[in-house]
């Protein structure tokens, strides 16, 4: 970027026409695939926003517009009682199921599916939207707001080196690295971005705490709370499948904690200050 302005511009354009395209397939089928790419595409356009915010000259705050965070928002609902339907059923196979829990489930998505039809209103171009953002854009005149954008990223991720590794902090390390993940286009043109994505591999953590997170879903749907007026086989179905996806959650935060543990070094380094 140093920052051709009209690339800028171009790519919101194509970004929101993306996003509104996503939404209203997704709105339509509910597709599994649809919604995951509607919220990816959503997560995009907020990575590039902070960004763009990083910029000394950006006075006005640029986020998420109000309507499409809402449907993003149930757009997760959605998502992940559908994971965890598949998981569910992946995970008992030809064993007896918890029909009651997963009919539980279909109830929770089908008022789900309402509720995001509701906040859509119908077809979706999101233009206001759009518009507003442009008109909010200050003038970009160097390649500053790369460049703080990338500090500020890495020193979050050294002080959640230097943590507990809990949940929530884990998956705050996912949502920074992913910040960084979906700006690559653009930090890569900073020579210090590319020497420390070269020592500090990205992917495979990024996938790693993902799963880390699906697991931690699963727990939360699968909990006493959630559950309390099961009874019977359907009750110690779920507790069976509670102590399983605990099970798979530990041996994936292993690993976690093992790759985390190789960049000590580079914690104390220059890298994350």
Known sequence: MVANEKDIIHHIH??????????????????????HRFRVQTKKLRAFLRLLQANPSQKKKLKIPRKIKKIYEVAGEIRNIQNHRSWIHDYFQNKKIPKTYLAMLRKKLDENKQEMRDKSHGEIFFNKERKEIIHRLARIKDQSCIDTFFEEKKQTIGTILAEEKSDAVLHALRKTLKDLDYNKKWLSQSSEFNEWKSEFVMKDLIDLLGSHQDFTIHEIFLSADE????????????EEAYRAASENKATIKEKILLKLASFETLESSHYFH
Do not use: C, P, W, Y
């Open 14 to 35: 194509r970004q929101f026409a993306t996003l509104a395209e996503l939404a209203n397939k997704s709105t339509v089928s509910f597709n599994k695939i649809q919604v």
């Open 227 to 238: 559950t309390a007026q099961l009874n019977g086989t359907d009750k110690m179905l779920i």
